[in-house]
């Protein structure tokens, strides 16, 4: 899921090429988003979907810990679905999110990432407000990097 948005990112940058550069562009980031989304993502979440259940009853059905993990895997599968979304938009060429709104939204499992594993590395050390206003400044430092990135670039 971390490489597929910058596909669509490529992608979304390919669309306002000229042609013939467009056309060709467009087809081959086609063929690596496709390759990638069926071949990869899709099989790991299927995986996912059926060896998370069946570990979560071996081991751990009883941490409390592991419910609030588990809060951040469903919002991590919203967003698997907000990223078919796109990839069956951009497939029919349809463009509906520019490169920058991308690069942000390419961030958003950056942020499920460091919170699930905070949440694995430091949960007995760690109180719940301790760790969402982490969450939250890392948030907050991560756009304003986008933001910083994005005026270098326009220059």
Partial sequence: MFYIVRLF??????????????TILLQQFGIMSKRLWYGI??????????????IWYLFGHTDKWLVVK??????????????HIIFKQQAAGVFKY???KL????????????AIVMLVV?????????????????VIVLMSSIKIYKAIRER
Avoid: M
């Avoid at 993502?41 to 069946?54: D, E, K, N, Q």
């Fill in 103 to 114: 690069r942000i939204w390419n961030e958003v499992a950056t942020v499920f990432l460091i």
């Fill in 70 to 83: 588990l809060g951040f895997v469903v919002g991590l599968y919203l967003y698997h679905c907000s990223l």
């Fill in 9 to 22: 990112i490529y992608n979304a940058e390919a669309n306002e090429k000229p042609e013939p550069d467009r």
């Fill in 122 to 138: 430091v949960k007995q050390s760690l109180s719940l407000l301790w760790g969402l206003g982490g969450l939250v400044i890392f």
């Fill in 41 to 54: 993502t899709w099989p790991s979440a299927i995986l996912t979907l059926i060896f998370g259940p069946y």
């Fill in 98 to 100: 520019s490169s920058g």
